[in-house]
């Protein structure tokens, strides 16, 4: 699936001949461009990054299931975790423990996760989801929990100490009476815990809804708001507010009530006939949200009061990945293209 949809946002990046390749469109210069790092086209290019804890580095994960460490500095690369394959299996993607800095895990779409040592340079398979594609991870607060989602539509929770799974939620049958209590029907391609909690995170995928989950409860599941068509880390999460990034044409950018489960506003996401469809946003800042797709190749910041784009960069392939330091002043962008790209906000 992962290495399905890389191809199927180049085939859309390639008909998009009215995009603007101008480095910087926007109304304000928000983003200037720090340093890249470059890559040949055997990597497939770059589903996931993330910065480290702390910010020196940036966490890559490939197509080809290479996961590399660069300079947040000079984008040089610092360590290479993981070797690829010429017809490898992507990582889908990469977190690091909240709790520390050196310890990455990675998951992939060949059903595994993996955990990377940075001071060591080590990485292997610790867990292992047998027929299932895992596309996305989040840790709790403190670390000690890690949930997955993915192909089968189940949420899984695993103890991060003795790898134990400790919970999981299953995704809907065919059998079951379709509710808004269901789990998940169609792939999960993004979870999340609430940045302050060990126990409540949020799910969303391919079926249009963006679940609500507290693990000290049986069932899981506490709430939901339908809309959202997520199909990559297109969900964050900051105070009260949640800002979706949809896999559609329009209307791809939302923020959310996460208290009443209901839509604010829609942001503003410049696009032409060929549509938004994102893949990756962020909350940055106290007023600013950035995100980014295959519908116009782009990173467009929106603030969020006035609904409105304050600042576009154009790139010549899909964007998959963004990443804002902790500092929020610089930001990782990776995709389909052969670069990874820093810039100073």
Same mark, same amino acid.
């Given at each position: 699936?992962?290495?399905?949809? $890389? %191809? %199927?946002?180049?085939?859309?990046?390639?008909?998009? @001949?009215? &995009?603007?390749? @101008?480095?910087?469109?926007?109304?304000?210069?928000?983003?200037?461009?720090?340093?890249?790092?470059?890559?040949?086209?055997?990597?497939?290019?770059?589903? +996931?990054?993330?910065?480290? /804890?702390?910010? +020196?580095? &940036?966490?890559?994960?490939?197509?080809?299931?290479?996961?590399?460490?660069? *300079?947040?500095?000079?984008?040089?690369?610092?360590?290479?975790?993981? &070797?690829?394959?010429?017809?490898?299996?992507?990582?889908?993607?990469?977190?690091?423990?909240?709790?520390?800095?050196?310890?990455?895990?990675?998951?992939? @779409?060949?059903?595994?996760?993996?955990?990377?040592?940075?001071?060591?340079?080590?990485?292997?398979?610790?867990?292992?989801?047998?027929?299932?594609?895992?596309?996305?991870?989040?840790? *709790?607060?403190?670390? #000690?929990?890690?949930? +997955?989602?993915?192909?089968?539509?189940?949420?899984?929770?695993?103890? /991060?100490?003795?790898?134990?799974?400790?919970?999981?939620?299953?995704?809907?049958?065919?059998?079951?009476?379709?509710?808004?209590?269901?789990?998940?029907?169609?792939?999960?391609?993004?979870?999340?815990?609430?940045? *302050?909690?060990?126990?409540?995170? $949020?799910?969303?995928?391919?079926?249009?809804?963006?679940?609500?989950?507290?693990?000290?409860?049986? #069932?899981?599941?506490?709430?939901?708001?339908?809309?959202?068509?997520?199909?990559?880390?297109?969900?964050?999460?900051?105070?009260?507010?949640?800002? /979706?990034?949809?896999?559609?044409?329009?209307?791809? $950018?939302?923020?959310?009530?996460?208290?009443?489960?209901?839509?604010?506003?829609?942001?503003?996401?410049?696009?032409?006939?060929?549509?938004?469809?994102?893949?990756?946003?962020?909350?940055?800042?106290?007023?600013?949200?950035?995100?980014?797709?295959?519908?116009?190749?782009?990173?467009?910041? +929106?603030k969020v009061k006035t609904k409105k784009v304050v600042s576009e960069t154009n790139f010549k392939q899909?964007?998959?990945?963004?990443?804002?330091?902790?500092?929020?002043? $610089?930001?990782?962008?990776?995709?389909?293209?052969?670069?990874?790209?820093?810039?100073?906000?």
């Amino acid at each position: 699936m992962a290495q399905r949809r $890389l %191809e %199927e946002a180049i085939h859309v990046a390639r008909g998009e @001949a009215k &995009v603007k390749q @101008a480095e910087f469109s926007g109304t304000e210069r928000l983003l200037e461009k720090r340093a890249k790092h470059e890559f040949d086209k055997d990597k497939d290019g770059i589903f +996931t990054l993330q910065f480290s /804890t702390d910010g +020196t580095s &940036v966490a890559i994960g490939y197509g080809d299931g290479t996961i590399q460490m660069v *300079s947040s500095k000079n984008a040089t690369l610092q360590k290479e975790l993981r &070797v690829g394959r010429p017809i490898g299996i992507a990582v889908t993607m990469i977190r690091f423990n909240p709790q520390n800095g050196d310890d990455l895990w990675a998951s992939s @779409a060949e059903g595994k996760i993996y955990r990377g040592d940075i001071k060591s340079g080590s990485c292997q398979a610790i867990i292992t989801e047998p027929g299932n594609e895992i596309n996305c991870l989040s840790f *709790s607060r403190n670390g #000690s929990v890690l949930a +997955t989602g993915g192909r089968d539509c189940a949420i899984r929770l695993y103890d /991060t100490a003795t790898l134990q799974q400790t919970r999981t939620y299953d995704g809907y049958l065919p059998t079951q009476s379709m509710d808004r209590l269901s789990g998940h029907s169609s792939k999960i391609f993004c979870v999340k815990y609430r940045p *302050s909690d060990n126990y409540v995170f $949020l799910s969303g995928g391919w079926d249009n809804i963006v679940r609500i989950w507290d693990s000290r409860t049986e #069932s899981g599941l506490q709430r939901h708001f339908s809309g959202p068509h997520i199909a990559g880390d297109g969900l964050d999460i900051k105070d009260n507010l949640v800002v /979706t990034a949809s896999w559609v044409k329009s209307n791809a $950018l939302q923020l959310w009530d996460y208290s009443q489960c209901r839509l604010i506003h829609d942001l503003a996401f410049r696009h032409g006939e060929n549509g938004a469809y994102l893949y990756s946003c962020r909350f940055f800042g106290k007023n600013r949200v950035i995100a980014g797709g295959s519908g116009t190749n782009s990173v467009q910041v +929106t603030k969020v009061k006035t609904k409105k784009v304050v600042s576009e960069t154009n790139f010549k392939q899909p964007v998959f990945s963004i990443d804002v330091d902790r500092s929020e002043k $610089l930001v990782a962008i990776g995709g389909a293209g052969r670069k990874m790209v820093l810039m100073n906000m």
